[in-house]
């Protein structure tokens, strides 16, 4: 049994496979074409944060395949009410086939994942967002073609977008040039990240875009971390992905955003709705890549 709480969880063969198939559900989707692999597996969507893209994603998805999906919160189950997460894990798990948890602490996905009798999914921790990194490389892929060897400019928050990215270079050869206000750095600690050569660090975030193939950030205030907001705003102040960071990036440089987008504060209008963003490409692809993904876990590789 495998379980995907961080993008390190694959090998790079294994995302060679998983984008080569969810290409192959997205065009069988594009045709209206069946693809039903999970008639009678259930999905359980576990979602202590809010969520737009993960939910509908996940939920059409397991239904496209054939399964079946229950929806709980903190709010309407007894995770709300104090059940520790090792007893609820062992329960959900005796009556779903897969289950995917967006939470806070990395921590407690781990912890349920332990005592699970299946597969667990990372939908979004305040440490990672695997599923959305997933995302993201198909969708460079499907635009400009093998990522490795490549420069990512990321600019902003060093958070759970940041970490993920941080780990795919890794994994996948590619660079990231990083780029954050000070307090806001990236921990390679809590990213995971073993020697660390696969990114750069920059003060000013034009160097990090310079010559970037792909420029990407997130909002300068994350789930969880709200009552921070006021201070972000001030800290974050320049590290707005505009016209002129794109500039100086490649003459062919994407832009990508994980959504939801707050327009003048980490992006200006004219770069998220301009004529370098695949942000819709990207969100729809949450779609395949995680039926693909699903799918993997559930049966390996199919022919
Ligand atoms: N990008 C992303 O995970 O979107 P949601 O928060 O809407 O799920």
Known sequence: MRHYLQFSDLSASEYAYLFERAALIKRKFKAYEKHQPLVDRTLAMIFEKASTRTRVSFEAGMYQLGGSVVHLTTGDSQLGRSEPIEDSARVISRMVDLVMIRTYGQDKIVRFAEYSRVPVINGLTNEFHPCQIL????????????IQGKTVAWVGDGNNMANTWLQAAELLGFTVHVSTPTGYEVDQAVAGIARGESFKVFDDPMQACADADLVTTDVWTSMGFET??????????????DADMMRVAKPDALFMHCLP??????????????????????????????KALMEFLLLGRLA
């Open 135 to 146: 995302a993201d490389i198909f969708t460079y892929i499907e635009h400009r073609g093998s």
């Open 228 to 241: 921070e907001n006021e201070a972000r705003k001030k800290a974050f102040a320049e590290w707005c992905v």
């Open 261 to 290: 987008a707050h327009r003048g504060e980490e992006v200006q209008a004219d770069v998220i709705d301009g004529p370098q963003s695949v942000v819709w490409d990207e969100a729809e692809n949450r779609l395949h890549v995680q």
